[in-house]
């Protein structure tokens, strides 16, 4: 275990929907990434936020955001889905801004995301 | 920019043989480089580290990796494989400094290691 938590575990829904995806960090732990695994793309950096702010983004759509609230969870939004949406989405948390020496990110076990 | 390329989405070894899982990287600073596992149903988890200290990197479940630079090579070994080390492998590059911000750690696409008995 972890300690990083992602509900809901798997989701089904259809295209033009917009789900909600929650990330619950390790205890302490300040920074949290947002991946998408899919068989096509592999794992893709989305999204790092540290403390509450945005810190970098990668492959992320525009129809894609996130955020990360003052008790340090966070959730990504994904709207107007589409088939190439469904993947596996993973939450990772870190203790401090940048990994650096430590090299270690915590990941959940993923959301995952099914459209139809 | 840094990129790391797998040889090999697919390996299988039998029981007790030598694993192999091949790692190059590309990165224009010098890199920290990483090896995780992603056991079925589960999340990844860090196998071992490279930061620019010993070349020779040893992690968990008798896994070790040696840093090449002259080859940019990363590559993974055990020297006896086990039925439990059946999962998929990703190697990972960050740039050792920040470079506009926070570090991104970039995958490569990952190997699925087969053990057969």
């Known amino acids: 275990d972890s300690g990083v938590t992602q509900t809901p575990k798997h989701l089904i829904t259809a295209t033009g929907q917009r789900v909600t995806l929650r990330c619950s960090p390790r205890s302490g732990d300040l920074s949290v990434y947002w991946y998408q695994q899919s068989l096509d793309q592999g794992l893709q950096f989305l999204i790092h936020?540290?403390?509450?702010?945005?810190?970098a983004k990668g492959n992320i759509l525009e129809r894609f955001s996130a955020q990360q609230f003052p008790d340090l969870h966070s959730e990504l939004n994904l709207s107007s889905l589409e088939l190439g949406d469904s993947a596996l989405y993973f939450c990772?948390?870190?203790?401090?801004?940048?990994?650096?020496?430590?090299?270690?990110?915590?990941f959940g076990e993923g959301s995952r995301l099914t459209v139809l | 920019a840094q990129s790391v390329t797998q040889l090999g989405s697919h390996v299988s070894v039998s029981e007790g043989a030598l694993v192999l899982l091949r790692c190059n990287y590309s990165?224009?600073?010098?890199?920290?480089l990483f090896w995780y596992v992603q056991y079925p149903n589960q999340g990844l988890q860090l196998l071992l580290k490279?930061?620019?200290?010993?070349?020779l990197v040893k992690g968990i479940n008798g896994f070790e990796a040696e840093f090449k630079k002259s080859e940019t090579s990363f590559h993974l070994t055990k020297p006896s494989a086990h039925m439990s080390d059946a999962a998929e492998y990703f190697c990972?590059?960050?740039?050792?400094?920040?470079?506009?911000?926070?570090?991104?750690?970039?995958f490569g696409q990952g190997t699925r290691l087969t053990i057969n008995p």
């Open positions: 990772a948390s870190s203790v401090g801004y940048s990994w650096g020496k430590t090299g270690e990110l915590f």
């Open positions: 490279y930061t620019s200290a010993a070349t």
């Open positions: 990165s224009s600073v010098p890199p920290y």
């Open positions: 990972a590059v960050s740039p050792q400094r920040k470079l506009q911000g926070a570090q991104k750690l970039v």
């Open positions: 936020y540290y403390n509450g702010e945005e810190r």
